[in-house]
T-cell receptor, first 114, second 115 residues
Framework: AQSVAQPEDQVNVAEGNPLTVKCTYSVSGNPYLFWYVQYPNRGLQFLLKYITGDNLVKGSYGFEAEFNKSQTSFHLKKPSALVSDSALYFCAVRGDSGTYKYIFGTGTRLKVLA | EPEVTQTPSHQVTQMGQEVILRCVPISNHLYFYWYRQILGQKVEFLVSFYNNEISEKSEIFDDQFSVERPDGSNFTLKIRSTKLEDSAMYFC?????????????FGSGTQLSVL
């Protein structure tokens, strides 16, 4: 069975500081991993993904994420947070063993303080 | 960038009534999904649809739910007899393919309120 854990309901960070939003996963087969962001009253927007290759993937708005197979993690990072990064962030996984289904984590609310 | 379009944006209905939520996926996409989100929290998988049939469904997707792609462009979710606990934001999503270039595109959602 596929699952995703986002252990923090909320992350607070000061503007200009680095941020990390954590995600761990469990999946059959190789993982396809994603981060999505949701602004109030909007749908989810794609940020970045890991399918294969380099463990460090770069995405939109200066975000990046590091795939760690041994720790089954895919943490989202940004070197310098902006107030406009404040939003709800979701990690998602799909296993490559014949499933079409993406499983989302419970979301982490990021609050960047000016 | 191309968009997934959902209508209506808000739907209020009485318990026991049928509702149909509509989605227009991106035109050349092949994989279609419905998800729901309750109170801005967890995003729950309902159903995936490919090649004109359901490919997977969750436990939530019981006999009260159905999906259709009636005309090759629209993708609908029907709830036959709504319950209070069906109140949620329902998101449609689509993807052109699965594999190295896969990416889900989401609509802006339909907020369903069951009274």
């Amino acid at each position: 069975a596929q699952s995703v854990a986002q252990p923090e309901d909320q992350v607070n960070v000061a503007e200009g500081n680095p941020l990390t939003v954590k995600c761990t996963y469990s999946v059959s087969g190789n993982p396809y991993l994603f981060w999505y962001v949701q602004y109030p009253n909007r749908g989810l927007q794609f940020l970045l993904k890991y399918i294969t290759g380099d463990n460090l993937v770069k995405g939109s708005y200066g975000f990046e994420a590091e795939f760690n197979k041994s720790q089954t993690s895919f943490h989202l990072k940004k070197p310098s947070a902006l107030v406009s990064d404040s939003a709800l962030y979701f990690c998602a996984v799909r296993g490559d063993s014949g499933t079409y289904k993406y499983i989302f984590g419970t979301g982490t609310r990021l609050k960047v303080l000016a | 960038e191309p968009e997934v379009t959902q209508t209506p944006s808000h739907q209020v209905t009485q318990m026991g009534q049928e509702v149909i939520l509509r989605c227009v996926p991106i035109s050349n996409h092949l994989y279609f999904y419905w998800y729901r989100q309750i109170l801005g929290q967890k995003v729950e998988f309902l159903v995936s649809f490919y090649n004109n049939e359901i490919s997977e469904k969750s436990e939530i997707f019981d006999d009260q739910f159905s999906v259709e792609r009636p005309d090759g462009s629209n993708f609908t979710l029907k709830i036959r007899s709504t319950k209070l606990e069906d109140s949620a934001m329902y998101f449609c999503a689509s993807s052109i393919r699965l594999g190295p270039n896969e990416k889900l595109f989401f609509g802006s959602g339909t907020q369903l309120s069951v009274l």
